[in-house]
């Protein structure tokens, strides 16, 4: 396994949950120079593009659904990747995936990624 996702769960409106993403191998000194990014995709809706870190940790970018509350942070000698996740709501529930940038920043698109982990289940009940 060369990029995976965890720390997702279950909880209630207003709660707080962090993920994390650990990359290994080839991926895993790949990853330490490039951006990384988190997507999500609930049932029945096309992936989308949740938040960004730029290789060093210096740049970070937000999907406006979640500004505010999400926030990515990354420990490159750990080559992880992290989502912390406050005051989710029933529309966070999806299925989230981290993935490797093609550069030393983070797109906003598929397209701009060259590696993805299998992804977490966050389910949020109202």
């Known amino acids: 396994v060369q990029l995976q996702a965890s720390g997702g769960g279950s909880v209630q409106t207003g709660d707080s949950l962090r993920l994390s993403c650990a990359a290994s191998g080839r991926t895993g000194r790949t990853s330490s120079n490039n951006g990384m990014g988190w997507f999500r995709q609930a049932p029945g809706k096309e992936r989308e593009f949740v938040g960004g870190i730029s290789w060093n940790g210096g740049s970070t970018g937000y999907a406006d659904p979640v500004r505010g509350r999400f926030t990515i942070s990354r420990d490159r000698a750990k080559n992880t990747v992290y989502l912390q996740m406050n005051s989710l709501k029933p529309e966070d529930r999806a299925v989230y995936y981290c993935?490797?940038?093609?550069?030393?920043?983070?797109?906003?698109?598929?397209?701009?990624?060259?590696?993805w982990g299998r992804g977490t289940l966050v389910t949020v009940s109202s």
């Open positions: 993935a490797v940038s093609r550069s030393s920043y983070a797109g906003r698109n598929d397209y701009d990624y060259t590696a």
